[in-house]
T-cell receptor, first 116, second 111 residues
């Protein structure tokens, strides 16, 4: 069945360093890949997403890269700040059909700690 | 616009009881999805509704059910609660081909 593997499960970096989280998906029909950030006790918040017709997308300090051949995508956070500390989830889906979104299959999450 | 809202935020139930959770999507969003979040299994898809029709369903037993109303509000029901149903239940809404926006969740504890 569909599966998304996410690594590492925990990541600790110093403030100002970069952080990279990697995900691999199994469903070759997947074509939509969002990333969510969840702070303790809060809802998952979308931070960036990418569709399969794009190899890379950037939004300020955050970037996502996609390798469809390898079925692999990654989140890159540069110049990390303490407020980046949270659990990050990657997800994959076959993409939104007309009229609604397909289900998301989530990775298990990466707990990122940014030390001041 | 107001975000996705869920009620109640916290719930304590006893094994064997049933529970109904409610979700109000972002105005204009017609798709509503439900996810279960637990420390062990992470985020798992329960079901998706659009225009009062269930479009997709995850691998959960029939004790889990849902529905969507004409105003896009959605409810999910869990019957004959088990200890393992203790979780954070997240509702998310979206527009056509849009990303999912999550609500704050309902924390269900089954004792």
């Amino acid at each position: 069945g569909e599966n998304v593997e996410q690594h590492p499960s925990t990541l600790s970096v110093q403030e100002g360093d970069s952080a990279v989280i990697k995900c691999t998906y199994s469903d070759s029909a997947s074509n939509y890949f969002p990333w969510y950030k969840q702070e303790l006790g809060k809802r998952p918040q979308l931070i960036i997403d990418i569709r399969s017709n794009v190899g890379e997308k950037k939004d300020q300090r955050i970037a996502v890269t996609l390798n469809k051949t390898a079925k692999h995508f990654s989140l890159h956070i540069t110049e990390t700040q303490p407020e980046d500390s949270a659990v990050y989830f990657c997800a994959a889906s076959r993409g939104a059909r007309v009229g609604g979104s397909e289900k998301l299959v989530f990775g298990k999450g990466t707990k990122l700690t940014v030390n001041p | 616009k107001a975000g996705v809202t869920q009620t109640p935020r916290y719930l304590i139930k006893t094994r064997g009881q049933q529970v109904t959770l409610s979700c109000s999507p972002i105005s204009g969003h017609r798709s509503v999805s439900w996810y279960q979040q637990t420390p062990g299994q992470g985020l798992q898809f329960l079901f998706e509704y659009f225009s009062e029709t269930q479009r997709n369903k995850g691998n959960f037993p029939g004790r889990f059910s849902g529905r969507q109303f004409s105003n896009s509000r959605s409810e999910m029901n869990v019957s004959t609660l088990e200890l393992g149903d203790s979780a954070l239940y997240l509702c998310a809404s979206s527009t056509t081909q849009g990303p999912l926006w999550f609500g704050p969740g309902t924390r269900l504890t089954v004792t």
